[in-house]
Structure formats: C-alpha cells, structure tokens
C-alpha cells in the first residue's frame, strides 16, 4: 500500500490500490497518426474529407467538432501533412477530441477521478501502457459548504447552492488536474479522457443535478448512469471535446464508486460469493458472485470518523490510529499518525480501543464497561498533546456499537433477502479509506467484519479510482461496469422494518451467534472469557 | 410563383420553388409524447433513466446532453410525468434536443435556410406537414464587409476578418429566425432542427473556417461536408442541442447549394439527360442523370447583376426587367419592376434587349452594332427618371457576351467531358434568381440557354432553399444529398485550356452552329436574316 503526503493535507489519502490488473489498453480515448495526402489540382477534395478519409477506415461514426475542424488547415500545414488525431469515445461512437501537427502518438494521457465526499484523488493514466504515471489528491472543496452529505444536499436543494457545490466540485477537481499536467509537463491539450467515479451526491453536485431527491422518499435521484458528456459540458479543465466518463450508479446511495470498486476488486467475474463493503459516514454493501447481486447502504454514523467520540478526531497527525491493552496489567500502547504526540482518537484507534477492552475483559459482549465505570483512560494528560487524558466513553463505544449493529443488520438483511447463511461469504473485500487503515483483526473481533480465513480478506484500497482507471483504459471494462450496475439489486433499507428489527437486535459483540465468529470464540477461550 | 417584398428590400427575393414535393415526414428532428411511470419505492429509478427507456425503444444511441439533463427533474414533475421529448438528428444517432411538459407534440417547427452570397431566405417548416408555412428574407448584412466573393475571402482570410464576416452572417440569419418566431409566436425553445445550403465560401464564413484556399490553387477548402453540428456549436439562435446540417458541397466553386438544388430538381434520379444551370455572379453546371453527374463553375461576370452596364443596376424598383423592339419601326417597349418610371437596366432587361437587337437586325452575330453606333437608347431622356437617357452600349453588349461565352464554353467542355453533343441534352432547369427572371426567349435566343422544347425547360425558383427543406423533412433525402454530392466529378475550369479556348470561341449568337438552335434560326428566317 502506498501512501502519499500532499501539502496542507496531514491525513494520508489512500492513493494506491492492492488490485492494480492488466487489461490490453483499449480505452475511452485513441490516438491516431495519420500522413494526409498534400492537395493538388487532380485531387482538390477538402481538408475535412481528408482527415475524415484517413480516420474512416477503422471507425465508424466519427463525429468532427467544429472548433477542431476550424484548425484543420493550419494544423494539417503546421505537421506537413503528418498530423495525430485524437479520439475520445462516446457511448457508440468516435469524437475527434483533437488533431495535433506531427506524430504524438507516444504521449497519450488520460485522468481517472475518484471523486469522494471529503477527498478527491486524480490519477495520471498512460493510455498507451494503462500505467499510473502520477496521482494528485486533496480535500474536497465542498466541505467549506457541509461536512456531510445531508446538509451538502440540502444545500444543493437551491440553484445558487447547487452552483456553489460545482464549483467547489471543478476547483477541487481542476487544481488537481492542473497539478498533474504542471508536475508532469504536458500541456492544456494533453489529456484525452477523463473517467469520474463517485457516490449519486458527488456526481450530482460535480454536474449541476438537483440533488434533492436523493435523500426524499422514494430517493429517486435525477440520474444514476449519466453516461459520458464532453469535458466542456462537464467543466472539467481539459480539451473541451474530451469524453469523460461517469461510472454508472444503481441508486441514491449506492453509487458509481461503489460500482468502481466492485469492477476493480473482480468479485462479478467469479463464482465464489463474496461480500463488499465500503464503509466511511455512509455504508456501503454489496453481497453476490457472477451470477447475482444484492446491494444495500445506510448510515453507518460518523463513530469511524471521530466525529462525535468525546476524544474522536479526523485520521490526521497525533491521531492514535492503533491501541493494544495488556490483559493482564491493563497496559495500554499506542500508535499515533506520523508518531506525534497522541491528541486524540480516530476511526481505526476507536475499533482497535474496542476490540482490546473487550479481550481485556474491560467491557462486556453488550459493550458495556464490567465495573460499571463511565470511560476508560488510554492516555494520561501528561502525555498527551492537549494536556487533557485522552478517553474512551461509554458513549463512543455506545456510537461505535451503533455504526457495527447497522453494519450487521444490513448484511443480515442482504444474507436473507438471498436466502443463504453467514458461512456462505467466501471472500471479504474493505474498499475504500477506512477499509485500508481499519484493524483487520479488531474489526473482526467487534463483529463489524465477517470472520473468514485472513487471507480471504482482501484491503481493495482505493477501489473507486481503480475502477475508474480500468474503465478509462479498457471498453470492455467500461461495458462490464454498466452491465454490473444493471445486475445489482439494491434494497432501500429506510423504508425496511426489517432492517431496523435487524439493527437493534445486532448489538452484541461480535455477534448474538458466536459461531459464526469461530477465530473470536478462540480468542475469548484463550483469555477464559467464555 | 411567388415573391414577396420585405421592408428595406426593393429586389423581390425568390422565396418559393416551382418543385414543391412531398416526403413522409422522417426529418432531422422528431417529437415524442411520452408518459413516465412516476417513481415509488417498488421503482426508484433516477429521472433520467425513467426518460431514456421511455426513448430507447425506437431509438439507438440516444445522447441525453447536460443543460437538458438538468431540466429533467423540474420537467417531469411539472409535466405530472407526462411530457414531451423533441430529438435531433446527428449523422447515426439521436440526441436529446429538449424536453417539454404536456403534449407539444402539434408544435414542431423546422428551418430551411438558404445562405446566398446576396440575399438570405428562411422557410419555416412543419415538421409534421413538411409545409412551409412562412418565410423571411434579407439581404446578407456580409455585403457592408464586401459584395463580391472574392473581397469577402481576402477579408475573411484573417482572423479577424473571418470573425466579422462570421458575426454578420449569423446576424442575418438569426435576425430572420427571429422575424419567423415573432410572426407566427413561436417561442425561442420551439425550433427543434435547421438545414443550411450555401455555396462553400458562405459555409466556410458562417462556420468560421478559413476560405484562404477557396481562391488559391489547387483550390481545395477546409471542409466541403461539415456535416451536422449543434446550434450551440454553429451559432444559430435555436435551442443549442437542435441539429444543423449543412448540405455537401462537391468543391471550391460547387457548394451545398447547387447539390440542394439538383436535389430538388430530381433530375439525379431520372434516366433522361438534364442540365442545371445556376447564373449569378458566379455560376454553375451540373449535367447529367441518375447514372452520372460532371460539373463545373466559373465566374459568370457582373453583367447578369448590372454591375457593370452603362444604364446598368440591380433588380429593384424603376430596373426595365423586359424589353421588345419593333423589327419595323424600331420602337422600343419596356416593363419596369414595381412599374416605376425607368432608373437603368437589370440583368434580365440587358438579355431581353441583346435579343431584341439581334432580332431586331440591329446587332449581328458576333454583338455588334450593324451600323458601327456604340450605343442604342431605350428610353429618353424625357422619360426616364434619371432625366438622362437610358441606353445599352457596344461594351455592355460586350459583357454580356462574355458572361453567355463562359456559360457556353462550360457547357460544351462538359459535354466534351461525358462525349456527348448539345442534343443530348433532354431536359432544362433554370435555378435561383436569374434562372427566375431571366426571360426564357431571349436567353434562348442569345444562346446563353440551349434550345429545347420550352416544356422541357423548367425554372427551379429557390431551388437551394427547397433542397434544404427537403433534407429538413427527410432523411432519406438527406443521404440522397450526400450521395448525390459524392458522385458529382467537379472539373477545375480555371484549370483548363480547353475551356479558355472554347471560351474565346464561343462569342457568337447563338452560338457559332445555327443547327444547335433550331427555334432561334426559325425567328431568324421569318426575320430575313439569314
């Protein structure tokens, strides 16, 4: 796993992902070098025609934009009849996205966008390779106009607020574009696609859609497959007639990242039944194999981001980010992002704080502290950075319980609605930022994940950009994506009782059922907690 | 046929063809009433999706832009999910052109435009009817930036001369879009689609291309089949996503208004021999059938246009438009347009009285005055309205001669070209304004038109603008335009020396062989002037 610091950005921004695949480069975009026949008066036939002559052979339906077709004279002139076309892929047909003097077939870059709601990464393609040349990442502007997804789309409810959210959208988008091609050397006109994946809200901000509906019954969004526009309609900052592409949602909430990441960790290809999970402020969930695919999201409430636990934190500097108690003396060791002094705890620190109290015999199966105790010290105040203890309160785990019982519920939920038992996952996928850094064994421990053999358990990393570089640099990868959208069922668990019944009943830890957690049920056994 | 006078324009511009025909409506652009399902928790899908599939079953590779994709939740929701789709046509595909609520379906409006050199014509169409059910027209607001062809390629040569000549040309236009809108209440949204025949140097300036090598050799401009683009993209004020598409030209001088106009003609899908002729400043053969087509184009001279005769002027109020002189007496009489007292002569009295005059005995076979006078008046100076004589001289003969010269001298190396003789030639079709005005007799007599039965001799009228409407209403007409421009050879006359030979010799009247003329060597014999 790579990680990468940015300037300003103290969080590590998972840029890198553990499912990096070979396809044969056959991407959104194609670069064409042509050598046009010079006019003369025995074959006077336009510029146009000559281009378009030179490009028909392979390619049908090639469509010429009229601000090229006004540079074809010049340029044509400019590359003495030599001249590399590029060509940007629309649903079934070609776009000329540009016409260059000379022969630059060897330079060819596209920009594959995992648009998130609190980051953004962009990475730098070689569309001739499909290699990851460079990556960009920064936070997402529009946190400045709503930290959460709610108040974002309440925001963008109203025109000017939904303006607003674009352009906070394209600043952040473009500046990193705009890194790349700096950092990189190339210039305006280099890139030839763009491929954006991102949950429903994100895509609806970035292009201008009303959002409003996506978190009113029945949450139907304005669009869940916008498909492919020009980088001029999109307003991304590069050649106004790049296609860039949009990965394909299958509802309101769960979105073409969630698509991205299920085309890149391969699970649809497979007959093995595995189960994906992306969980951030928002969950995500998809259960299934080749043959079928059922999909679920909520709110998973903000426990993993710090946002409510007493002493919680964002993932950046001083944040502890892995504990362990000595059962015995009740020793607490830590680690902190980039080995500050501790100021608090974030997601990852509060599942492992979890997992350990319960092995320590701290806290009961109900979560519960045994001694009846209010919180529990892991930091005394003259170690810490704030001079204050850092603790953990009955609240935080209460809030954690919380984000782990709705985890629970919902694949409860998906388990019955195909009518197979928790042993049928053969194979655990942790997509996204909290699916890399949380403790794979504490996880398992508190029941938030399934507990398989470790090495079915698979960290996807940063599984929406993934998707979006396969299906910048490979078609058939761009029609398995929007054939895997249209295979998933989604279930709206806000309108499942089900679901709620589900969700207060899975509270315990790691599970009401311990057989189904065999290596916990160990764990417990060694440390005579049975 | 029809005229019509527009307010500033004293010339009444040809807005109406002989060669109306009907088509089943299947244009450039469709309207599709369509009832969404509204959404519910059992069917959740997006607004978007909810459209396309309302769409897809007749269509293929719909493209649904963003600004229209924008509007689709407020639509539907005010529409109370019934609404109306308007598609346009581009080459292979239907794009998503606007989206109404309620059943507009009854309102579908088309435009056929005519870009001349000289003056514009706009048709609004039917969509439904394929009817014209009214017209605009204006001179070329081009002309302030200069009047010939040949001024406005120097100027649009430059940048910023292009640019002007691109403004103004889009001023004429969308100012007579604006007129039809305004006269039948059509709101702005209501256009869905729009055809534009040119000749190649007017394409290239309403386009913005450059037309340096229109007038330079080898004479091979920057597009001759632009194809289709949006409005936004072209400039046209209509809704930015409904399609225009511009008729094909075969080369510099052979524009998408001499295919438009063969095309309305139909002489392209018959067996029988035709030539078209369209005469202005510049003119254009075409000759040939359903198995062939040769043509040609050459400078015609400003003779036809009044540019240059003594007494010579446009076609506007007070211009003798018909002359007849006594063989007898010699007394002259004469029409005026608008029945003005008489200001000087246009293109149509100059071939009238240069028959007259031969017929007359006045002027031989090569031109000249009998008598050695230079001039010969037609009007005194008593009543005239200049209070000067109006006459013709020995150098408007000249011109005259010159023009008809070229026409033949194209005519025969087309013939020559095919290796075919003059009565060969089974059929006549006269297109544009001089085709309409220019006295049938005469141009026989003189030997600018040949000499066939007159029943065989057809004037097209506005022949440009009835094969953009053709092509608006169909697209099966459509490809006949593209296939009828690709098998059109063009022959480069500037080029040639077999046409400046032919040219040279081809002054006589009619024409050096009188057998060539039977009906004008039968006046001569009743005339005693063989």
């Known amino acids: 796993m790579k990680t990468r610091k940015r300037e300003g950005l ?69 590359g003495n009849w030599q001249v590399t076309a590029t060509l940007g892929r629309y649903r079934d047909r070609w776009r000329l996205a540009g016409l260059e003097p000379g022969d630059t077939t060897a330079r060819h870059f596209g920009l594959a966008i995992d648009l998130g709601t609190t980051t953004v990464v962009a990475y730098l393609v070689d569309m001739g390779t499909g290699r990851v040349l460079d990556t960009a990442a920064g936070y997402n502007a529009q946190i400045a106009l709503g930290e959460d997804i709610l108040t974002r789309i309440q925001t963008g409810s109203a025109e000017t607020g939904l303006l607003s959210l674009r352009e906070a959208a394209l600043v952040t988008v473009n500046g990193l574009i705009s890194q790349l091609a700096q950092n990189n050397h190339i210039p305006p006109a280099g890139f030839a696609a ?29 669009a869940n497959r916008p498909g492919c526009f020009s980088a001029g309609e999109a307003g991304l900052a590069i050649p106004p007639n790049a296609p860039v592409y949009f990965l394909p949602g299958v509802g309101s909430y769960v979105g073409g990242d969630i698509v991205a990441g299920i085309l890149a960790s391969g699970l649809h290809r497979r007959s093995e039944i595995s189960l994906f999970v992306d969980i951030g402020t928002n969950g995500e969930m998809v259960l299934g194999n080749r043959d079928w695919l059922v999909a679920c999201a909520g ?40 080995g500050d002094k501790p100021r608090g705890l974030c997601g990852s620190g509060l599942v492992d704080s979890m997992a350990e109290l319960l092995l320590a015999g701290i806290i009961d199966r109900s979560g519960r502290f045994r001694d009846g105790r209010r919180s529990f010290s892991l930091v005394p105040a003259a170690d810490s950075a704030t001079g204050r203890d850092i603790t953990i309160t009955q609240t935080d785990l209460n809030n954690l319980l919380r984000t782990k019982g709705a985890v629970n519920a919902a694949l409860e939920y998906l388990l019955e609605s ?39 358990m698979v960290r996807l990393g940063n599984s929406s950009g993934e998707g979006a570089r396969l299906v910048l640099i490979s078609r058939r990868k761009l029609r398995e994506a929007e054939e895997l959208a ?11 009782d089900v679901f709620m019944q589900k969700f207060v009943g899975s509270r315990f830890l790691p599970h009401t059922d311990l057989s189904l957690f065999p290596s916990v049920r160990e764990k417990f056994a060694k440390r005579g907690l049975l």
Chains 1, 2 share one sequence.
């Open 299 to 338: 709110a998973a409430g903000p426990a993993l981001e710090g946002g409510v636990a007493g002493a919680g934190m964002r993932a950046e500097a001083g944040a502890i980010e892995r504990v362990s108690i000595d059962p015995d003396s009740g020793r607490v060791s830590y680690v902190t992002i980039g």
């Open 194 to 222: 763009a491929v954006v994946a991102g949950n429903t809200s994100m895509i609806h901000f970035l292009l201008g859609l009303d959002p409003a509906r996506i978190c009113l019954a029945p949450y139907s969004p304005a």
């Open 10 to 78: 103290a969080h590590p921004i998972i840029v890198a992902s553990r499912c990096r695949r070979r396809v044969k480069p056959d991407g959104l975009s194609r670069k064409v070098l042509l050598s046009v026949p010079p006019p003369s008066l025995a074959d006077n036939r336009a510029d146009r025609e000559r281009v378009a002559e030179g490009l028909v052979g392979n390619q049908v339906g090639l469509e010429i934009p009229l601000d090229i077709l006004r540079e074809f004279p010049s340029v044509l002139r400019q």
């Open 418 to 456: 195909v009518g197979l038992p928790m042993q049928a996952i053969e194979r655990f996928y942790a997509a996204g930022a909290f699916g890399q850094y949380l403790p794979l064994e504490s996880a398992v421990t508190i029941g938030l994940y399934p507990d398989l053999d470790r090495r079915r």
């Open 486 to 496: 249209g295979k998933i069922t989604y279930f709206e668990l806000n309108a499942s």
